[in-house]
């Protein structure tokens, strides 16, 4: 069965301090890559996604992502985060082929001021 | 407004007693999907449509019912809800038959099987 992993439970950093959130998907067939922010009390938002081409794709609020297909890995970052930021984040992964859409444990950060 | 409503917000109810969790789309969206998220599992896809009358299981659907009569609507049906079942839901919605495309999603349904 398809799995997202998601290594990174909780991150908790300061402001302007860089971002990395790790993702790892289990399934070699091509994939669409999706990462969501849930900000505290509401729903998920997408941020970016990756459906081919370049595979650094560049998302809303300053968040990038890069697909290493050798890797199986859609990383998210971010070079300097704001106290805003704090939110959880879901990676999320679908096979192109199939229609179910599966996502990551998710990663709770926090940012203080 | 570009919009997925679901209802009610929030539910407090025993076991047994069936329950309807209604989600509605404003998009003409074709792909609909419900979700339950529960901390340090994520998000776990319940059961998705891709259109009218189409419906199939996802990765959780034991204790779950929906249908899919109208593109617009995608109600979430438990017939015996357990304590189990308490979770956070969501109801989301894509363009497209297949889910490809970005979900939009509700706001969400607290539910509490006592």
């Known amino acids: 069965a398809q799995s997202v992993s998601q290594h990174n439970h909780h991150v908790i950093l300061s402001e302007a301090a860089s971002l990395e959130l790790g993702c790892n998907y289990s399934y070699g067939g091509t994939v669409n890559l999706f990462w969501y922010v849930q900000y505290p009390g509401q729903h998920l938002q997408l941020l970016l996604k990756y459906f081919s081409g370049d595979p650094l794709v560049k998302g809303i609020k300053g968040f990038e992502a890069e697909f290493i297909k050798s890797k199986f890995s859609f990383n998210l970052r971010k070079p300097s985060v704001q106290w805003s930021d704090t939110a959880e984040y879901f990676c999320a992964v679908k096979l192109w082929a199939g229609n179910m859409l599966t996502f990551g444990g998710g990663t709770r950060l926090m940012v203080k001021p | ?114």
């Open chain 2, 1 to 114: 407004e570009a919009q997925v409503t679901q209802n009610p917000r929030y539910l407090i109810t025993v076991t047994g007693k069936k329950l309807t969790v209604t989600c509605s789309q404003n998009m003409n969206h074709e792909y609909m999907s419900w979700y339950r998220q529960d901390p340090g599992l994520g998000l776990r896809q319940i059961y998705y449509s891709m259109n009218v009358e189409v419906t199939d299981k996802g990765d959780v659907p034991e204790g779950y019912k929906v249908s899919r009569k109208e593109k617009r609507n995608f109600p979430l049906i438990l017939e015996s809800p357990s304590p189990n079942q308490t979770s956070l839901y969501f109801c989301a919605s894509s363009s497209g038959q297949g889910g490809n495309q970005p979900q939009h999603f509700g706001d969400g349904t607290r539910l509490s099987i006592l």
